[in-house]
């Protein structure tokens, strides 16, 4: 990760092709990560974890991971098809795993936790199972953020809940993500864009029944609003086709972001603000 972006898009109206070609993003990274559960069962009856792993949460190539709440997911899909035809970015959208995360366990908790005589899934061995397959995520989602350049969160009034003295979230994904953007060592764009191996992701459940609230830090993001992606998509035209008159090599499209919002790319792959 290099830079994230707290992102306010209320107004932007997207258009039906950023719906449509969003659901293809959305859809085919979907198709990697359904695997069935007999292909990850050993021949001594125990799960390999390393393959559940890399079957449901395959590495992916994106420069911008998508930070989002469940009910945001349709924004973000739209979103993921504006970059991509606009400026030519590919967005991950974490939420195309939730299901089948939840599959996941489906498939688990029915082969190991159910109890024929109680009718019932065993307690403690939902725990643990839960308890692995979250831990994948988890670290999962932690790799797929340090692989990507750009985190742009998606701050609505579903992800976040202002109070009188700070941020909070209802969802432990969200504040996972928003903490690792403070934790991840910052690289350079220039080492994000070496062709690197990309990775992935979340899983997030918001339950009605039990709400627990998690304070979240946003000072590290950098404000990002539909105004800039509006100058942000036209000055890349603007830049594509100076070059075109000046026979010179295309800017790549988030530098021109970086330059926009006055962020200054340091050779140690930290960044100021200009």
Not at 9 to 35: A, D, W
Not at 75 to 84: H, P
Not at 195 to 217: G, P
Request: net charge negative; glycine share 4%.
């Amino acid at each position: 990760m290099y830079v994230g972006f707290n992102l306010d898009i209320n107004g932007h109206n997207f258009t039906s092709t950023n719906n449509i070609n969003g659901l293809i993003i959305y859809e085919n990274y979907k198709k990697r990560v359904h695997q069935q559960l007999d292909t990850i069962i050993s021949a001594d009856g125990n799960i390999d974890g390393t393959k559940m792993r890399e079957d449901w949460f395959p590495s992916v190539d994106a420069d911008i991971f998508i930070s989002h709440s469940h009910s945001d997911e349709e924004q973000a899909i739209k979103l993921a098809g504006w970059l991509k035809e606009e400026l030519g970015l590919t967005a991950f959208i974490d939420s195309c795993v939730w299901g089948y995360a939840g599959d996941l366990l489906k498939k688990i908790d029915d082969e190991y936790c159910w109890n024929e005589h109680s009718k019932m899934y065993d307690y403690a061995k939902r725990n643990y199972s839960t308890s692995h397959v979250y831990m994948m995520l988890s670290s999962a989602l932690t790799m797929m953020i340090d692989k990507t350049e750009c985190v742009f969160f998606l701050n609505t009034p579903t992800s976040i809940k202002l109070s009188e003295v700070s941020s909070k979230t209802l969802s432990p994904w969200i504040y996972h993500e928003l903490t690792m953007t403070q934790l991840i060592q910052k690289k350079s764009p220039a080492l994000h864009r070496k062709d690197l191996e990309k990775a992935i992701f979340k899983h997030a459940y918001e339950s009605a029944q039990l709400n627990i609230t998690y304070d979240v830090d946003l000072s590290n993001l950098i404000d990002l609003t539909d105004k800039d992606l509006k100058a942000w998509s036209n000055n890349k035209r603007a830049s594509e086709l100076k070059a075109f008159i000046q026979s010179k090599a295309n800017i790549h499209p988030l530098d021109l972001l970086y330059g926009q919002k006055q962020i200054i790319n340091e050779p140690v792959g930290g960044f100021i603000l200009g």
